[in-house]
Nanobody, 123 residues
Framework: VQLQAFGGGLVQAGGSLRLSCVAS????????MGWFRQAPGKEREFVAA????????DYADSMKGRFTISRDDAKNTVYLQMDSLKPEDTAVYFC?????????????????WGQGTEVTVSS
């Protein structure tokens, strides 16, 4: 499974961005998907996850109410809509996938990773 994330960029505080992640597998609809981020000098942290059928989603506490994860199985794509962005959201954002554990917040539970897309939020 190959994942390709895109949609990052520079945005002012309070603005919005939508990240996309396209998967190369025909079995995308069976994958649990997640987003993580890593800021300079910090560890990779969980952002959001969505289960295989899109019926359940989970978020890190600091993202609840601002970020929305969704998926479109017809396009093999998972999205991360980010609203009310803050400078502390600046990071490289990674999409990830696994077959067996949805809503896990542990990076090591995800078998597949995209290359990351950079988000910069200016104050």
């Amino acid at each position: 499974v190959q994942l390709q994330a895109f949609g990052g960029g520079l945005v002012q505080a309070g603005g919005s961005l939508r990240l996309s992640c396209v998967a190369s597998t025909r079995a995308f609809s069976r994958l649990h998907m997640g987003w993580f981020r890593q800021a300079p000098g910090k560890e990779r942290e969980f952002v959001a996850a969505i289960n295989w059928d899109g019926g359940s989603a989970d978020y890190a506490d600091s993202m609840k109410g601002r970020f929305t994860i969704s998926r479109d199985d017809a396009k093999n794509t998972v999205y991360l809509q980010m609203d009310s962005l803050k400078p502390e959201d600046t990071a490289v954002y990674f999409c990830a996938a696994n077959w067996s554990r949805w809503s896990t917040k542990r990076a090591r539970d995800y078998a597949y990773w995209g290359q990351g897309t950079e988000v910069t939020v200016s104050s």
